[in-house]
T-cell receptor, first 110, second 115 residues
Framework: GDSVTQMEGPVTLSEEAFLTINCTYT??????LFWYVQYPGEGLQLLLK?????DKGSNKGFEATYRKETTSFHLEKGSVQVSDSAVYFC?????????FGQGTRLTINP | NAGVTQTPKFQVLKTGQSMTLQCAQD?????MSWYRQDPGMGLRLIHY???????DQGEVPNGYNVSRSTTEDFPLRLLSAAPSQTSVYFC??????????????FGSGTRLTVV
């Protein structure tokens, strides 16, 4: 069945460090791919998405490129801030439903 | 504001009690789904619906019932709560973008504790 594998956390970085959170998927066909973010005490918010191969999603300084050849959708940010501390979820869209990765907790220290 | 509304935000149940988690959306989305979030396990699909009158099981359906009598509402019922159902529950609605993708909106979650 469809599945999403994320880099295990927790991840702790210093402010202004470069961030990569790996995500790979297995799915039938070419699913849409998403990154969602969950800040402490809040629900899920869409961060970015890509709907086809080679698409790049970007938002708030974060980027992820849909790589069909490696079935990956890694999340990157060049310079993280304390306010980026949250749990990040990689998702693949299956038939009418989403498949979630297990989530990666990110903590940014000042 | 348009979106997905979940109630209640917090709930404590005793083992064996029943309750319904409410989910309503006002965006006329076709698809709705329920997920539970457990530490270290991400979100897992409980049940989903592709339209009024149509529901199907997800990854972890046992102990939960759903119905979809209207496009707007998708309640999740716990018939006999168990401590293993302690979790945070998220409802989502989604629609086809028409170009092969889907758009999703999530509710703010319900934190359920079963003692």
């Amino acid at each position: 069945g469809d599945s999403v594998t994320q880099m295990e956390g927790p991840v702790t970085l210093s402010e202004e460090a470069f961030l990569t959170i790996n995500c790979t998927y297995t799915a039938t066909g070419y699913p849409s791919l998403f990154w969602y973010v969950q800040y402490p005490g809040e629900g899920l918010q869409l961060l970015l998405k890509a709907t086809k191969a080679d698409d790049k999603g970007s938002n708030k300084g974060f980027e992820a490129t849909y790589r069909k050849e490696t079935t990956s959708f890694h999340l990157e940010k060049g310079s993280v801030q304390v306010s980026d501390s949250a749990v990040y979820f990689c998702l693949a869209q299956g038939a009418q439903k989403l498949v979630f990765g297990q989530g990666t907790r990110l903590t940014i220290n000042p | 504001n348009a979106g997905v509304t979940q109630t209640p935000k917090f709930q404590v149940l005793k083992t064996g009690q029943s309750m319904t988690l409410q989910c309503a959306q006002d965006m006329n989305h076709e698809y709705m789904s329920w997920y539970r979030q457990d530490p270290g396990m991400g979100l897992r699909l409980i049940h989903y619906s592709v339209g009024a009158g149509i529901t199907d099981q997800g990854e972890v359906p046992n102990g939960y019932n759903v119905s979809r009598s209207t496009t707007e509402d998708f309640p999740l019922r716990l018939l006999s709560a168990a401590p293993s159902q302690t979790s945070v529950y998220f409802c989502a609605s989604s629609y086809s973008t028409g170009t092969g993708g889907y758009g999703y909106t999530f509710g703010s979650g319900t934190r359920l504790t079963v003692v």
